[in-house]
């Protein structure tokens, strides 16, 4: 499944949509079988994992230790995080222990919105 479009509905101007990725896990309600993921751009950068076309069935965050974490290795939050590394929407900059500054990279071509 390569999904390119959302899936479920999504109102907001300053997410970028990283993709769909089949899931069902212990991350989304029974019979979820796919989220939706973005980059949201905001005075912090996040993360959003849609699950329904409801406003609430999303869940949003990022802390950077789920990378080295286990336990969230199936956290689509952490999927999306790595795509938008992968596509260099976002990078970041290790400071002491977890402190790390986010460098967000945007331009509007490519139908990506970048920015700072
Ligand atoms: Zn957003």
Known sequence: ??????VYKHDCE????LGNLSYSGRWVPQGVI??????HHGTIPT?????????PEYFSGFQIDWVLRDDMRDYPLL?????AVKKEIVTFRLDKGYEY???????KE???LWAD
Do not use: H
């Open 110 to 112: 490519d139908g990506y």
């Open 79 to 83: 999927e999306a995080f790595k795509r």
């Open 14 to 17: 300053e997410c970028i949509f």
């Open 1 to 6: 499944m390569n999904i390119t479009k959302p």
């Open 47 to 55: 993360f959003i994992a849609r699950y329904g076309d409801d406003g």
């Open 101 to 107: 500054n986010w460098i967000v990279q945007f331009q």
């Open 34 to 39: 796919s989220v939706d993921l973005y980059y």
